[in-house]
């Protein structure tokens, strides 16, 4: 019964997001978005949300490691095995804005967790531990992000036409009752994930951080994996690029922001290196970004086989 609800809560997860997604992006192409920013913005949070879902429950419920876990496991996923696939899909063209500032924010995230989470070895403290004032400050930083986010979005409308003539009312409906329906969808599922990966993991006598960044982590970024893919078979590139990395940036500073403000948040030590792993793989993304500004089917498969390696050294490591 319990693998049946999880699959039922990653069920309800991908379906909650992907209605989420669907109508959070046309309400967003009305408002002239650019491509780009509905993938940095409404698409990754859309597609954040189960990673936000599953964090903030385990939070509440003081699984730490699952919510730690779920976090770094996710972008790890993101920037290795979705943009490896999705280059595969489609080569991916990446806009200079992007590796000049979307990025390096992104790279920022990393560091920021893995000196918030070094309390031991910078401050002699007795553990490591996410407090309530530095999820405050991580939510700061969300908010410099959206603040860069939004102005750029107001330059974009200045550079367009006039709006389009309104939509009509029933699409008006039919778009919010399929953002209202996912999210009610995700934050059920991810109710339900949490619950029942845990009494796996303790069945199974894995630890909760592998649990957090293999089965949890993998789960829940299954949206951004089906968005990106999607994308990129449509050609839009923007919007597959812009989801990964708006998703690992909502991933550190809004949702370990958050989670941490609910409930300080303990560190497990072996985490440190999964971090220095996550900071890796985002200067990788930078350094193949700026090679002829493209992801190529080439070097898709080298950020996949990274994955399928790191995956291999954690379930040893457990």
């Given amino acids: 019964m319990t693998y049946l609800l999880l699959l039922v809560g990653f069920a309800l997860l991908i379906k909650g997001a992907?209605?989420?997604v669907e109508g959070a992006s046309k309400i967003a192409q009305s408002l002239r978005v650019s491509p780009l920013l509905i993938g940095l913005t409404i698409v990754a949070f859309g597609t954040s949300a189960p990673e936000a879902s599953v964090s903030f429950i385990?939070?509440?419920e003081g699984s730490s490691d699952v919510a730690i876990g779920n976090v770094v496991?996710?972008?790890i996923f993101n920037i290795t095995l979705?943009?490896?696939v999705t280059a595969l899909v489609f080569p991916l063209v990446v806009q200079s804005e992007t590796i000049r500032k979307e990025i390096p924010f992104a790279l920022l995230g990393a560091v920021a967790l893995l000196l918030l989470i070094s309390d031991i070895q910078l401050q002699s403290a007795g553990s490591n531990l996410i407090t309530r004032t530095e999820g405050i400050m991580l939510l700061l930083f969300f908010a410099v992000f959206l603040y860069y986010i939004f102005e750029?979005?107001?330059?974009?409308?200045?550079n367009t036409e006039e709006n389009p003539a309104d939509t009509a009312n029933v699409s008006r409906v039919k778009n919010s009752l399929l953002t209202i329906g996912g999210l009610a969808g995700i934050i059920f599922g991810g109710s339900l994930v949490v619950e029942n990966s845990i009494q796996i993991a303790l069945s199974l006598g894995m630890s909760e951080t592998l649990?957090?960044?293999?089965?949890v982590a993998v789960g829940t970024s299954l949206p951004e994996l089906v968005t990106s893919v999607t994308a990129a078979l449509k050609k839009q590139v923007d919007i597959a690029l812009g989801?990964?990395?708006?998703?690992?940036?909502?991933?550190?500073?809004?949702?370990?922001?958050t989670s941490a403000t609910i409930h300080p948040l303990t560190v497990d030590s072996k985490i440190f290196s999964d971090v220095w792993l996550m900071i890796a793989v985002t200067v990788l993304l930078m350094i193949l970004a700026r090679t002829k500004y493209t992801i190529s089917k080439m070097e898709g498969s080298v950020l996949a086989?990274?994955?399928i390696v790191y995956v291999v050294y954690i379930i040893l490591r457990n």
Avoid: P
Wanted: without cysteine; aromatic residues 16%; hydrophobic residues 55%.
């Fill in 18 to 20: 992907d209605f989420f």
């Fill in 58 to 60: 385990a939070a509440f």
């Fill in 73 to 75: 496991g996710s972008n």
């Fill in 82 to 84: 979705i943009l490896g």
């Fill in 152 to 158: 750029v979005a107001r330059k974009d409308r200045l």
């Fill in 211 to 215: 649990v957090g960044l293999t089965i």
């Fill in 243 to 257: 989801n990964i990395i708006g998703s690992n940036i909502f991933n550190i500073f809004f949702i370990l922001g």
């Fill in 305 to 307: 086989v990274i994955y």
